[in-house]
Protein backbone atom coordinates (compact mmCIF):
# COMPACT_ATOMS: atom_id res chain seq x y z
CA UNK A 1 0.00 0.00 0.00
CA UNK A 2 1.26 3.60 -1.03
CA UNK A 3 1.92 6.13 2.19
CA UNK A 4 -0.59 8.65 2.17
CA UNK A 5 1.28 12.19 2.91
CA UNK A 6 -0.73 14.58 4.94
CA UNK A 7 1.34 17.81 5.68
CA UNK A 8 0.32 19.51 8.95
CA UNK A 9 0.59 23.50 9.36
CA UNK A 10 1.52 24.26 12.85
CA UNK A 11 -0.03 27.23 13.53
CA UNK A 12 1.99 30.69 12.59
CA UNK A 13 -0.38 33.43 14.17
CA UNK A 14 1.50 36.63 15.77
CA UNK A 15 0.51 36.00 19.55
CA UNK A 16 -2.20 37.31 21.00
CA UNK A 17 -4.64 40.27 19.81
CA UNK A 18 -3.21 43.04 22.37
CA UNK A 19 0.51 41.30 22.08
CA UNK A 20 -0.14 42.39 18.30
CA UNK A 21 -1.62 45.91 19.39
CA UNK A 22 1.61 46.50 21.59
CA UNK A 23 4.02 45.77 18.47
CA UNK A 24 2.66 48.41 16.56
CA UNK A 25 2.78 51.18 19.36
CA UNK A 26 6.58 51.90 18.51
CA UNK A 27 8.70 53.73 15.67
CA UNK A 28 9.99 49.98 14.33
CA UNK A 29 6.74 48.42 14.82
CA UNK A 30 5.88 48.24 10.59
CA UNK A 31 9.03 46.85 10.54
CA UNK A 32 8.51 44.19 12.89
CA UNK A 33 5.23 43.15 11.55
CA UNK A 34 6.60 42.63 7.98
CA UNK A 35 9.39 40.36 9.21
CA UNK A 36 6.99 38.09 11.28
CA UNK A 37 4.54 38.27 8.01
CA UNK A 38 7.45 37.40 5.68
CA UNK A 39 8.70 34.35 8.45
CA UNK A 40 5.20 33.09 8.01
CA UNK A 41 4.98 32.75 4.62
CA UNK A 42 8.45 31.05 4.51
CA UNK A 43 7.14 28.46 6.86
CA UNK A 44 3.93 27.39 5.60
CA UNK A 45 5.92 27.47 2.14
CA UNK A 46 8.37 25.23 3.62
CA UNK A 47 11.75 27.40 3.04
CA UNK A 48 15.32 25.31 3.62
CA UNK A 49 17.88 26.96 5.67
CA UNK A 50 19.50 28.53 2.85
CA UNK A 51 16.42 30.14 1.30
CA UNK A 52 15.25 31.69 4.07
CA UNK A 53 18.31 33.38 4.29
CA UNK A 54 18.31 34.91 0.90
CA UNK A 55 14.83 35.87 1.55
CA UNK A 56 15.74 38.05 4.52
CA UNK A 57 18.56 39.47 3.34
CA UNK A 58 17.15 40.95 -0.14
CA UNK A 59 14.18 42.29 1.32
CA UNK A 60 15.88 43.77 4.46
CA UNK A 61 18.67 45.25 1.58
CA UNK A 62 15.75 47.32 0.47
CA UNK A 63 14.13 48.81 3.37
CA UNK A 64 17.13 49.67 4.81
CA UNK A 65 18.12 51.35 1.73
CA UNK A 66 15.26 53.70 1.64
CA UNK A 67 15.42 54.35 5.12
CA UNK A 68 19.42 55.21 5.53
CA UNK A 69 18.98 57.43 2.44
CA UNK A 70 16.58 59.30 4.21
CA UNK A 71 18.48 59.45 7.46
CA UNK A 72 21.51 61.56 8.97
CA UNK A 73 24.33 59.21 10.16
CA UNK A 74 23.40 56.33 7.86
CA UNK A 75 25.24 54.72 4.74
CA UNK A 76 24.01 52.99 1.17
CA UNK A 77 25.21 49.66 0.70
CA UNK A 78 26.18 51.04 -2.33
CA UNK A 79 30.01 50.64 -2.12
CA UNK A 80 29.99 48.51 0.93
CA UNK A 81 28.22 45.47 -0.67
CA UNK A 82 29.80 43.46 -3.44
CA UNK A 83 27.95 44.75 -6.78
CA UNK A 84 25.19 46.14 -4.91
CA UNK A 85 23.29 48.86 -7.55
CA UNK A 86 23.22 52.82 -6.97
CA UNK A 87 19.54 53.10 -5.59
CA UNK A 88 17.02 55.84 -7.58
CA UNK A 89 16.01 58.53 -4.98
CA UNK A 90 12.86 59.96 -3.85
CA UNK A 91 11.55 63.08 -6.12
CA UNK A 92 9.23 64.31 -3.99
CA UNK A 93 8.06 63.96 0.15
CA UNK A 94 7.48 60.54 0.91
CA UNK A 95 7.49 58.60 4.42
CA UNK A 96 10.53 56.70 4.81
CA UNK A 97 9.01 54.17 6.76
CA UNK A 98 6.01 53.64 4.56
CA UNK A 99 8.24 53.22 1.48
CA UNK A 100 10.96 50.89 3.45
CA UNK A 101 8.21 48.44 4.72
CA UNK A 102 6.38 48.42 1.26
CA UNK A 103 9.62 47.66 -0.76
CA UNK A 104 11.01 45.05 2.03
CA UNK A 105 7.21 43.26 1.56
CA UNK A 106 7.20 43.63 -2.23
CA UNK A 107 10.68 42.07 -2.58
CA UNK A 108 9.54 39.52 -0.24
CA UNK A 109 6.67 38.55 -2.06
CA UNK A 110 8.88 38.15 -5.14
CA UNK A 111 10.73 35.52 -3.32
CA UNK A 112 7.81 33.68 -1.93
CA UNK A 113 5.46 30.90 -3.25
CA UNK A 114 2.80 31.78 -1.42
CA UNK A 115 2.06 35.47 -2.57
CA UNK A 116 -1.35 36.06 -1.52
CA UNK A 117 -0.86 35.17 1.79
CA UNK A 118 2.02 37.75 1.70
CA UNK A 119 -0.65 40.45 -0.05
CA UNK A 120 -3.00 40.50 2.82
CA UNK A 121 -0.23 41.62 5.15
CA UNK A 122 0.52 44.20 2.54
CA UNK A 123 -2.53 45.43 2.98
CA UNK A 124 -2.94 45.62 6.29
CA UNK A 125 0.53 47.56 6.42
CA UNK A 126 -1.03 49.99 4.38
CA UNK A 127 -4.53 50.09 6.34
CA UNK A 128 -2.54 51.65 9.26
CA UNK A 129 -0.68 53.98 7.59
CA UNK A 130 -3.60 55.60 6.30
CA UNK A 131 -4.80 55.81 9.55
CA UNK A 132 -1.56 57.97 10.55
CA UNK A 133 -3.06 61.17 8.95
CA UNK A 134 -0.78 60.80 5.60
CA UNK A 135 -2.20 63.57 3.02
CA UNK A 136 -2.81 61.11 0.05
CA UNK A 137 -0.53 62.56 -2.30
CA UNK A 138 2.57 62.20 0.03
CA UNK A 139 0.98 58.12 0.74
CA UNK A 140 0.61 57.67 -3.01
CA UNK A 141 4.23 59.32 -3.75
CA UNK A 142 5.86 56.47 -0.74
CA UNK A 143 4.43 53.62 -2.44
CA UNK A 144 5.53 54.47 -6.12
CA UNK A 145 9.14 55.19 -4.62
CA UNK A 146 8.69 52.02 -2.26
CA UNK A 147 8.08 50.35 -5.73
CA UNK A 148 11.31 52.11 -7.45
CA UNK A 149 13.58 50.33 -5.12
CA UNK A 150 11.98 47.14 -4.95
CA UNK A 151 12.45 46.75 -8.80
CA UNK A 152 15.65 48.02 -8.59
CA UNK A 153 16.70 45.13 -6.00
CA UNK A 154 14.62 42.31 -7.87
CA UNK A 155 16.53 43.24 -10.70
CA UNK A 156 19.83 43.00 -9.16
CA UNK A 157 18.62 39.90 -7.23
CA UNK A 158 18.46 38.47 -10.34
CA UNK A 159 22.14 38.22 -11.15
CA UNK A 160 23.12 36.16 -7.95
CA UNK A 161 23.00 32.80 -9.77
CA UNK A 162 20.36 31.28 -8.28
CA UNK A 163 18.61 31.27 -11.15
CA UNK A 164 21.25 29.16 -12.42
CA UNK A 165 21.44 26.48 -10.26
CA UNK A 166 17.69 25.60 -10.37
CA UNK A 167 18.69 24.31 -14.12
CA UNK A 168 22.31 22.51 -12.85
CA UNK A 169 21.65 18.57 -12.87
CA UNK A 170 20.69 16.41 -10.47
CA UNK A 171 22.70 15.81 -7.57
CA UNK A 172 24.95 12.20 -7.69
CA UNK A 173 25.41 10.64 -4.45
CA UNK A 174 29.01 9.93 -3.67
CA UNK A 175 28.95 5.75 -3.50
CA UNK A 176 31.89 6.09 -1.41
CA UNK A 177 32.56 4.60 2.10
CA UNK A 178 31.92 7.60 4.57
CA UNK A 179 30.44 10.11 2.46
CA UNK A 180 26.78 11.29 2.77
CA UNK A 181 24.48 9.21 1.89
CA UNK A 182 20.14 9.95 2.56
CA UNK A 183 18.87 9.27 6.18
CA UNK A 184 15.31 7.70 7.32
CA UNK A 185 12.60 8.74 7.54
CA UNK A 186 12.18 10.19 4.47
CA UNK A 187 15.63 9.73 2.69
CA UNK A 188 15.27 13.26 0.67
CA UNK A 189 17.57 14.44 -2.06
CA UNK A 190 20.05 16.93 -1.26
CA UNK A 191 19.16 20.38 -0.37
CA UNK A 192 21.31 23.02 -2.62
CA UNK A 193 24.20 20.80 -3.36
CA UNK A 194 25.01 24.30 -5.48
CA UNK A 195 24.95 26.95 -2.65
CA UNK A 196 28.10 27.76 -3.18
CA UNK A 197 27.72 29.13 -6.56
CA UNK A 198 25.52 32.00 -5.17
CA UNK A 199 26.98 35.23 -5.20
CA UNK A 200 27.81 36.37 -1.51
CA UNK A 201 27.96 39.92 0.11
CA UNK A 202 31.25 40.10 1.85
CA UNK A 203 33.39 36.54 1.05
CA UNK A 204 36.26 36.89 -1.38
CA UNK A 205 34.87 33.61 -2.62
CA UNK A 206 33.01 30.61 -1.14
CA UNK A 207 35.83 28.65 0.45
CA UNK A 208 37.92 31.73 1.87
CA UNK A 209 36.97 30.54 5.49
CA UNK A 210 37.26 26.90 4.67
CA UNK A 211 37.94 24.83 8.03
CA UNK A 212 40.49 22.40 9.00
CA UNK A 213 39.46 18.86 6.92
CA UNK A 214 37.19 16.98 9.08
CA UNK A 215 38.26 13.76 10.95
CA UNK A 216 39.53 11.13 8.22
CA UNK A 217 36.81 7.91 7.98
CA UNK A 218 37.41 4.80 9.76
CA UNK A 219 35.78 2.03 11.09
CA UNK A 220 38.25 0.83 13.42
CA UNK A 221 37.04 1.01 17.13
CA UNK A 222 40.41 2.40 17.99
CA UNK A 223 40.22 5.65 15.21
CA UNK A 224 39.40 9.03 16.53
CA UNK A 225 36.12 8.73 14.18
CA UNK A 226 34.60 6.20 15.97
CA UNK A 227 35.00 7.79 19.24
CA UNK A 228 33.69 11.03 17.61
CA UNK A 229 30.39 9.11 16.88
CA UNK A 230 30.73 7.64 19.91
CA UNK A 231 29.81 10.72 21.73
CA UNK A 232 27.02 11.55 19.24
CA UNK A 233 25.99 8.06 20.61
CA UNK A 234 26.48 8.47 24.04
CA UNK A 235 24.79 11.70 24.43
CA UNK A 236 22.09 10.14 22.64
CA UNK A 237 21.78 7.68 25.06
CA UNK A 238 22.52 8.97 28.45
CA UNK A 239 20.47 12.42 27.30
CA UNK A 240 19.13 14.87 30.70
CA UNK A 241 15.98 16.40 30.30
CA UNK A 242 17.81 19.82 29.77
CA UNK A 243 19.84 18.87 26.75
CA UNK A 244 16.41 17.55 25.42
CA UNK A 245 14.64 20.48 25.89
CA UNK A 246 17.88 22.46 24.40
CA UNK A 247 17.76 20.19 21.06
CA UNK A 248 13.96 20.59 20.88
CA UNK A 249 14.61 24.72 21.26
CA UNK A 250 16.67 24.84 18.48
CA UNK A 251 15.59 22.16 15.99
CA UNK A 252 14.41 24.74 13.46
CA UNK A 253 13.86 21.95 11.30
CA UNK A 254 11.50 23.58 8.30
CA UNK A 255 10.04 20.10 7.41
CA UNK A 256 9.86 17.60 9.82
CA UNK A 257 8.52 14.39 8.96
CA UNK A 258 6.91 12.47 11.20
CA UNK A 259 5.89 8.36 10.05
CA UNK A 260 2.96 6.17 11.57
CA UNK A 261 2.09 2.99 10.15
CA UNK A 262 1.30 4.16 6.40
CA UNK A 263 0.51 7.53 7.36
CA UNK A 264 3.54 10.49 7.00
CA UNK A 265 2.72 13.70 9.13
CA UNK A 266 4.53 16.61 8.05
CA UNK A 267 5.28 19.37 10.68
CA UNK A 268 5.80 22.86 9.61
CA UNK A 269 8.51 25.01 11.47
CA UNK A 270 10.79 28.05 11.77
CA UNK A 271 14.33 28.16 10.22
CA UNK A 272 17.24 28.52 11.40
CA UNK A 273 17.58 31.97 10.01
CA UNK A 274 13.81 32.81 10.69
CA UNK A 275 14.88 32.45 14.65
CA UNK A 276 17.75 34.31 14.29
CA UNK A 277 15.86 37.59 12.43
CA UNK A 278 13.31 36.77 15.38
CA UNK A 279 15.89 37.52 17.69
CA UNK A 280 16.90 40.21 16.41
CA UNK A 281 13.25 41.49 16.64
CA UNK A 282 12.77 40.86 20.34
CA UNK A 283 16.34 42.69 21.10
CA UNK A 284 15.22 45.88 19.40
CA UNK A 285 12.30 46.18 20.72
CA UNK A 286 14.19 45.29 23.94
CA UNK A 287 16.36 48.35 23.38
CA UNK A 288 13.94 50.62 21.51
CA UNK A 289 15.50 50.92 18.35
CA UNK A 290 14.42 53.19 15.72
CA UNK A 291 12.72 52.25 12.21
CA UNK A 292 15.97 53.00 10.89
CA UNK A 293 18.04 51.09 13.51
CA UNK A 294 16.25 48.17 13.58
CA UNK A 295 16.61 48.27 9.81
CA UNK A 296 20.16 48.47 9.86
CA UNK A 297 20.01 45.52 12.07
CA UNK A 298 18.33 43.51 10.84
CA UNK A 299 20.35 44.14 7.33
CA UNK A 300 23.75 43.37 9.22
CA UNK A 301 22.43 39.96 10.62
CA UNK A 302 20.91 38.84 7.24
CA UNK A 303 23.94 39.67 5.45
CA UNK A 304 26.44 37.63 8.03
CA UNK A 305 23.11 34.52 8.00
CA UNK A 306 23.33 34.73 4.21
CA UNK A 307 27.16 34.64 3.51
CA UNK A 308 27.37 32.11 6.66
CA UNK A 309 25.07 29.80 4.51
CA UNK A 310 27.42 30.42 1.48
CA UNK A 311 31.01 29.04 2.90
CA UNK A 312 29.11 26.24 5.60
CA UNK A 313 27.43 24.90 2.09
CA UNK A 314 30.58 25.20 -0.03
CA UNK A 315 32.14 22.68 2.72
CA UNK A 316 29.41 20.49 3.33
CA UNK A 317 29.42 18.91 -0.49
CA UNK A 318 33.55 19.74 -0.47
CA UNK A 319 34.30 17.11 2.22
CA UNK A 320 30.32 15.34 2.01
CA UNK A 321 30.81 13.64 5.34
CA UNK A 322 28.48 10.92 6.60
CA UNK A 323 25.62 12.12 9.29
CA UNK A 324 26.20 10.26 12.57
CA UNK A 325 22.95 8.19 12.33
CA UNK A 326 23.99 6.35 9.05
CA UNK A 327 27.44 5.79 10.86
CA UNK A 328 26.07 4.42 14.57
CA UNK A 329 23.77 2.03 12.95
CA UNK A 330 26.17 0.80 10.57
CA UNK A 331 28.97 0.08 13.24
CA UNK A 332 28.01 1.03 16.64
CA UNK A 333 23.96 0.19 16.91
CA UNK A 334 21.59 -0.58 14.43
CA UNK A 335 18.63 0.44 17.12
CA UNK A 336 20.05 3.79 17.76
CA UNK A 337 17.82 7.03 16.49
CA UNK A 338 18.66 10.81 16.95
CA UNK A 339 16.81 13.11 18.61
CA UNK A 340 16.09 15.25 15.66
CA UNK A 341 15.68 14.12 12.37
CA UNK A 342 18.94 14.35 10.53
CA UNK A 343 18.68 16.91 7.82
CA UNK A 344 18.76 16.02 3.66
CA UNK A 345 22.78 17.31 3.45
CA UNK A 346 26.47 16.22 4.68
CA UNK A 347 27.33 16.64 8.25
CA UNK A 348 30.64 19.01 7.63
CA UNK A 349 30.03 21.77 9.12
CA UNK A 350 27.31 22.03 11.02
CA UNK A 351 25.13 24.75 9.75
CA UNK A 352 23.66 25.83 12.86
CA UNK A 353 26.82 26.84 14.45
CA UNK A 354 28.09 28.43 11.89
CA UNK A 355 25.36 31.02 11.30
CA UNK A 356 24.30 31.40 15.02
CA UNK A 357 27.93 32.19 15.33
CA UNK A 358 27.85 34.72 13.15
CA UNK A 359 24.59 36.70 14.05
CA UNK A 360 25.93 36.48 17.61
CA UNK A 361 28.99 38.25 16.39
CA UNK A 362 27.44 40.99 14.67
CA UNK A 363 24.46 41.63 17.03
CA UNK A 364 27.30 41.55 19.62
CA UNK A 365 28.75 44.53 18.15
CA UNK A 366 25.52 46.66 18.14
CA UNK A 367 23.98 45.63 21.09
CA UNK A 368 26.76 44.54 23.49
CA UNK A 369 28.05 41.57 24.87
CA UNK A 370 25.61 41.74 28.25
CA UNK A 371 23.08 42.18 26.76
CA UNK A 372 19.79 39.68 27.56
CA UNK A 373 16.56 38.62 26.18
CA UNK A 374 13.81 36.52 26.15
CA UNK A 375 13.50 34.20 23.52
CA UNK A 376 9.93 33.30 22.37
CA UNK A 377 11.02 32.32 18.63
CA UNK A 378 8.78 29.06 19.80
CA UNK A 379 6.50 29.93 20.84
CA UNK A 380 3.79 29.41 17.97
CA UNK A 381 5.69 25.63 17.62
CA UNK A 382 4.62 25.18 21.24
CA UNK A 383 7.82 25.45 22.81
CA UNK A 384 8.43 27.98 25.61
CA UNK A 385 10.46 31.07 26.05
CA UNK A 386 13.87 30.96 26.89
CA UNK A 387 15.77 33.76 28.68
CA UNK A 388 19.43 34.01 27.54
CA UNK A 389 22.19 36.72 28.85
CA UNK A 390 24.37 37.11 26.04
CA UNK A 391 23.88 36.53 22.29
CA UNK A 392 27.16 34.05 22.88
CA UNK A 393 25.30 32.57 25.13
CA UNK A 394 22.26 31.55 22.48
CA UNK A 395 24.90 31.12 19.63
CA UNK A 396 26.68 28.75 21.84
CA UNK A 397 23.92 26.55 22.97
CA UNK A 398 22.15 26.47 19.03
CA UNK A 399 25.88 24.77 18.51
CA UNK A 400 25.72 22.16 21.15
CA UNK A 401 22.18 21.17 20.78
CA UNK A 402 23.37 19.31 17.19
CA UNK A 403 24.92 17.19 19.40
CA UNK A 404 22.11 16.65 21.51
CA UNK A 405 19.76 16.34 18.92
CA UNK A 406 22.21 13.18 17.44
CA UNK A 407 22.96 15.00 13.92
CA UNK A 408 27.00 16.20 14.21
CA UNK A 409 29.99 15.38 15.20
CA UNK A 410 31.61 17.58 17.66
CA UNK A 411 34.75 18.82 14.82
CA UNK A 412 31.61 20.02 12.94
CA UNK A 413 30.09 22.40 15.29
CA UNK A 414 33.37 23.72 16.40
CA UNK A 415 34.94 24.45 13.24
CA UNK A 416 31.29 25.58 12.69
CA UNK A 417 31.68 27.89 15.04
CA UNK A 418 35.26 29.09 13.89
CA UNK A 419 33.77 30.10 10.39
CA UNK A 420 30.72 32.00 11.75
CA UNK A 421 33.33 33.90 14.16
CA UNK A 422 35.15 34.54 10.83
CA UNK A 423 32.19 35.39 9.02
CA UNK A 424 30.54 37.79 11.50
CA UNK A 425 33.80 39.75 11.61
CA UNK A 426 34.26 40.02 7.49
CA UNK A 427 30.96 41.45 7.24
CA UNK A 428 31.69 43.82 10.55
CA UNK A 429 34.75 44.79 8.79
CA UNK A 430 33.45 45.10 5.31
CA UNK A 431 30.29 47.10 5.83
CA UNK A 432 30.17 50.08 8.17
CA UNK A 433 25.92 51.48 8.31
CA UNK A 434 26.55 54.40 10.68
CA UNK A 435 28.55 57.05 9.32
CA UNK A 436 31.64 58.04 11.83
CA UNK A 437 31.44 60.72 14.31
Known amino acids: MKKAIIILSLSVCCGSAGAQQKTWNDDAAPLHRAEKAL ?3 MVHDVFSPNLASRVYAYAN ?3 YEILAMQATGYRSLHGQVKSFPSMPAASGKIVPSLSAVYAFLLVGKKLV ?3 PVLEDSIRQVLTWYRGRKISPAVHAASLVYGKLVADSMIAWLGTDHYKETRRMRRYNILKQEGKWIPTPPGY ?5 PYWNKIRPFTLDSANQFQP ?5 FSKEKTSSFYRE ?3 VYEAGVKMTPEQRNIANFWDCNPFFLNTQGHL ?3 GKKISPSGHWISIVGIACRKSRKTMVEAAATYTLTSIALFDGFITCWDEKYRSNLIRPETYINAHIDETWRPLLQTPPFPEYTSGHSVISTAAAVVLTNILGPDFSFDDNSEVDYGLPVVRFNSFWAAANQAAISRLYGGIHYMPAIENGQWQGKKIGELVLSRIQLKTRP
Do not use: G, K, R, Y
Not at 212 to 216: D, E, M, Y
Open 61 to 63: MAA
Open 39 to 41: TDV
Open 188 to 192: MAAIE
Open 212 to 216: ALPTS
Open 229 to 231: ANV
Open 113 to 115: FSE
Open 264 to 266: NFA
